[in-house]
């Protein structure tokens, strides 16, 4: 099974009063794995973008195990967890830099038309696409 591992240097900004990340931030740091990930497949977001689609998150789930604190590198690991032709399922671990698992969760998107956020089937419209999900997936 294909994964990522994405490094990140963590940013006072991206901190809270505690000195630890703040909560939300963990969704973009998913966000950054899971664009490394799509990059390792072959493919750049922004030019799947350019063809008049975006895939918007319809489903998130979050679990927090340890705290990531200012000045350290935490690690994300991405992989696909399901496809379905038409649903993307990525999951995600991310590691502090004692290599402890700090946050885990998963995404779900769509690929939907820009304009009307209509579903596109990834299978029919991007076959090169659906081809390295699968294969992704496969290992």
């Given amino acids: 099974m294909l994964e990522t591992n994405t490094s990140i ?11 630890v990340v703040y909560h939300a931030n963990y969704l973009v740091w998913f966000e950054l794995g899971r664009t ?3 990059e390792a497949l072959g493919f750049k977001y922004h ?10 998150v319809v ?6 195990k340890k705290p990531v ?3 350290e590198e935490a690690h994300v690991k991405t992989w696909l967890e399901d496809y379905d032709g ?16 700090s946050v885990s969760g998963h995404t779900r ?10 579903p ?20």
């Fill in 120 to 139: 596109v089937s990834i299978r029919r419209s991007f076959p090169n696409w659906h081809k390295a999900y699968q294969e992704a997936l496969e290992g």
């Fill in 109 to 118: 998107h769509v690929i939907v038309k820009e304009g009307s956020f209509r």
């Fill in 36 to 38: 490394d990930f799509i």
């Fill in 69 to 71: 604190r200012y000045g």
């Fill in 86 to 101: 038409l649903r993307i399922t990525y999951g995600y671990q991310i590691f502090n830099q004692h290599g402890e698992l």
């Fill in 47 to 56: 030019e799947i973008e350019k063809q008049g689609v975006v895939s918007p």
């Fill in 9 to 19: 240097r963590v940013r006072y900004q991206e901190t809270d009063q505690m000195g």
């Fill in 59 to 64: 489903d998130a789930d979050i679990q927090f």
